[in-house]
């Protein structure tokens, strides 16, 4: 089975433009979540859906990032307009719902703002 | 506020001591921790989990020590390698419908 498979590996954006980054969960998980990694905060969860339905946005991300989920098997964070401070790894993680069910991990976008 | 605290940030052990990470969490009705390891340029994935039925959680190398009282856990690594050294994340969630929460992590790096 495919794991999780997030696209583009590598984004470049430069200051002010909006990025689309795209996540296509494990076929059957109902979770999905997004973070954002970086080596001063760690992970920072973004969006939680459980079966499409938003859960949690994140809060203090609420302003410049919009995660959507159209369908059960993809899912896109758009962050509009960028900052260097965005500069990160964004992961994508889905799991089997429950709350005990254990995440799996996309390999990530590491995204650089100039 | 962060929920779930670990330490230290990083740890650094010779090959063949046993390695102690540390997690405290705030939330009470927690009842799930999942310890996660992340290697360089790789992506978090699950090591061991622990449902507090009990107090100890072991899968070879690998020992999860509970403390509900506390409020607190250990991961305890015998007879470090290593291909032991990554980052550690504990994580805690309860049944309700919530989502699990991460710590900040333990750096590990254990020296041959």
């Known amino acids: 089975d495919a794991g999780v498979t997030q696209t583009p590996r590598h984004e470049v954006a430069e200051k002010g433009q909006t990025i689309i980054l795209k996540c296509e969960p494990v076929?059957?998980?109902?979770?999905l979540f997004w973070y954002r990694q970086t080596k001063i905060q760690g992970l920072e969860l973004l969006s939680y859906?459980?079966?499409?339905?938003?859960?949690?946005d994140g809060g203090a991300f609420k302003d410049r990032f919009k995660a959507e989920m159209l369908n059960s098997s993809f899912s896109t964070l758009k962050i509009q307009p960028t900052e260097p401070k965005d500069s990160a790894v964004y992961l994508c993680?889905?799991?089997?719902?429950?709350?005990?069910?254990?995440?799996?991990f996309g390999p990530g976008t590491r995204l650089t703002v100039l | 506020q962060q929920q779930v605290r670990q330490s230290p940030q990083s740890l650094t052990v010779w090959e063949g001591e046993t390695a102690i990470l540390n997690c405290s969490y705030e939330?009470?009705?927690?009842?799930?921790f999942p310890w996660y390891w992340q290697f360089p340029r790789e992506s978090p994935a699950l090591l061991i989990a622990?449902?507090?039925?009990?107090n100890k959680k072991e899968d070879g190398r690998f020992t999860i020590f509970f403390n509900k009282r506390e409020k607190k856990l250990s991961l305890h690594i015998t007879d470090s390698q290593p291909g032991d050294s990554a980052t550690y994340f504990c994580?805690?969630?309860?049944?309700?419908?919530?989502?699990?929460?991460f710590g900040t992590g333990t750096k590990l790096q254990v020296v041959p």
């Open positions: 993680a889905s799991s089997f719902l429950g709350d005990y069910a254990e995440q799996f």
């Open positions: 076929s059957g998980h109902n979770d």
């Open positions: 859906f459980r079966s499409k339905s938003l859960m949690e």
């Open positions: 939330d009470s009705t927690f009842d799930y």
């Open positions: 622990i449902r507090p039925v009990s």
């Open positions: 994580a805690a969630s309860a049944n309700s419908g919530t989502y699990q929460r």
